[in-house]
């Protein structure tokens, strides 16, 4: 396991690597938890499973192996955080997660080519567990994309919906549990239950990213022209023209807080902050000392999570955009962030691996670090 470096950011816009360098030896914050090998981290919605990069299911609480999946596409875990929704081996597979049993399975002809550019989020369910959403091929002539929707209740899948050749595709669910948003080569806001369209609206070319805001008021759109990124924000029940709320040179992510009121993005070295409502100028703040790679925001929106080609993880006050401490795992990348619902977790994967540490850890350090 490698050792942990910390520090204290400083609060200059320019950061001396000398300085930086100095401050590493000055305390050390071990891992919760290394996996090796490893490219990803999904929690689960209780915080006490992690399902990693190479197929290892994990019980946090007690740091034990609960499964290792073999063949593992995608996977979403069900609101009850007991069982798995899994693209596997070209098969959607529903997973009993204390039983080790798939209670279902059914065939996806092609789900999750590469060939595919994707949008958005390809899978979830509804907040209330009865529906799972997935997109896949349809087994026909030429291979349309369709949405599946699954009855998690009766076991069974209960329709597919057209989307037609499509060369992207991306879904975000709304919080009321009955409609959808759907991106392929136009933005469909779609009532799933009974497949009724309520609304169609043109996407930008070259959109890459799309998301909802956690109350289901508007909608972000990401997009390049001219070689600029930018992202447009339009309301989602009212046929509003969209606005540009962020326009920067190549962003390489974006979030939005879980207000709706503000979004951060990053680009290059600096750690960008705009606010939606009230309309306020961008805030940039030079971040890294080389790429950055990686964003994340904490659960109760008070921390941005920053990770670089620097080999270091920042955590920011969501707020001021002042830096709060800053770990180093190891000689390597930091290119994934991830927090657990709950707050308590926060995952990275630097280089090949994926590193935990709990947030109570990062605290106590920031803690120590202002005082």
């Not at 994990?58 to 609101?79: E, M, Q, Y």
């Not at 204390?98 to 390809?122: A, C, N, P, Y």
């Amino acid at each position: 396991m490698g050792r942990t470096f910390v520090g204290f950011a400083g609060w200059c816009v320019v950061l001396s690597t000398t300085v930086l360098d100095a401050a590493d030896d000055t305390k050390v914050v071990e891992p919760f938890l290394v996996r090796s090998r490893s490219d990803s981290a999904v929690f689960s919605p209780n915080s006490e499973l992690c399902l990693m990069g190479d197929g290892a299911l994990i019980n946090l609480s007690r740091k034990n192996l609960l499964n290792d999946f073999k063949s593992l596409g995608a996977a979403t875990f069900h609101p009850n955080s007991r069982m798995l929704a899994m693209i596997t081996d070209f098969k959607f597979v529903l997973h009993d997660i204390r039983l080790k049993k798939d209670l279902l399975k059914v065939s996806l002809l092609g789900h999750g080519e590469s060939s595919t550019r994707d949008i958005g989020q390809r899978s979830a369910f509804t907040s209330d567990g009865k529906w799972f959403l997935t997109t896949g091929y349809q087994d026909e002539p030429d291979h349309p994309r369709a949405l599946f929707i699954f009855d998690f209740e009766k076991r069974k899948l209960a329709k597919a919906i057209g989307l037609g050749k499509s060369t992207q595709v991306g879904i975000a669910l709304l919080p009321d549990d009955e409609r959808v948003l759907i991106a392929t080569d136009k933005l469909r806001l779609l009532e799933f239950e009974s497949a009724e369209t309520v609304w169609e609206r043109p996407l930008p070319k070259q959109t890459r990213w799309f998301w909802c805001d956690p109350k289901g008021a508007s909608v972000f759109v990401r997009y390049q022209i001219k070689n600029i990124d930018e992202v447009q924000v339009a309301p989602l029940e009212k046929p509003e023209p969209p606005q540009v709320v962020l326009t920067a040179p190549t962003l390489r992510r974006v979030i939005s807080s879980h207000d709706g009121t503000a979004i951060f993005g990053i680009e290059s070295q600096g750690l960008l902050l705009r606010r939606v409502l009230p309309d306020q100028p961008v805030e940039n703040v030079e971040a890294h000392e080389g790429d950055i790679e990686a964003l994340a925001l904490s659960p109760d929106g008070k921390y941005v999570i920053t990770g670089g080609s620097d080999w270091r993880l920042r955590v920011w006050n969501a707020k001021t955009l002042e830096p709060v401490c800053f770990l180093r795992p190891a000689r390597a990348t930091v290119r994934r962030i991830e927090v657990s619902p709950d707050g308590k977790y926060l995952a990275a994967v630097v280089g090949s691996d994926t590193y935990i540490w709990t947030m109570a850890s990062i605290q106590s350090l920031a803690k120590s670090v202002l005082k």
